[in-house]
């Protein structure tokens, strides 16, 4: 944890932020903070029509949760605990569908003996594909090129 800071502080300047966030935007939504673990808290926002926040393919999400960071790190610079935000159950959502989509594909892989390239993703989800496929017997991932390019191999084992 951050020195003479608690998690729970540096949330309540994330959700401080995301609140105006909201309200600068006239959005109308609650945001909610959730200790994960001892060094992770989430920020979330609850509301209809927040999609402007989550943008394409979660894009605007990703820039909001750093500018949220950067404003935390701001008040605390000597160090920052690991501060996730969410809109609206995006990353839920995404996580889920990926982890379908990994399957499948990890069961082609099987199927067809040849390894399949995924298209660049963020670290995030390349992190939720990993963890599935790892869990599958007879397939193995790698991370490949540099960011934001950076994308995943899904290959036969052994």
């Not at 935007?25 to 909610?32: A, F, I, M, P």
């Not at 959502?93 to 082609?108: N, P, T």
């Not at 099987?110 to 390894?115: D, K, M, P, Q, V």
């Not at 298209?119 to 989800?125: C, R, W």
């Amino acid at each position: 944890m951050a020195e003479g800071m608690t998690l729970e502080e540096q949330a309540e300047v994330a959700r401080d932020f995301l609140e105006g966030l909201l309200r600068e935007y006239g959005l109308d939504g609650t945001v909610e903070t959730r200790v994960i673990d001892e060094d992770t808290v989430e920020i979330a926002a609850m509301g209809a029509d927040l999609g402007v926040l989550v943008g394409p393919r979660g894009s605007t999400l990703a820039a909001v949760q750093d500018v949220t960071r950067t404003v935390v790190q701001r008040k605390f610079p000597t160090r920052t605990d690991r501060i996730l935000v969410d809109v609206a159950g995006y990353r839920e959502r995404r996580a889920e569908a990926l982890g379908r989509f990994s399957r499948q594909v990890a069961a082609e892989v099987i199927e067809s003996g040849s390894a399949r390239a995924l298209e660049p993703m963020s670290p995030a989800d390349r992190k939720v594909v990993h963890d599935t496929v790892n869990g599958i017997d007879g397939v193995v991932t790698r991370s490949e090129g540099e960011d934001p390019s950076r994308y995943i191999v899904i290959a036969p084992a052994g």
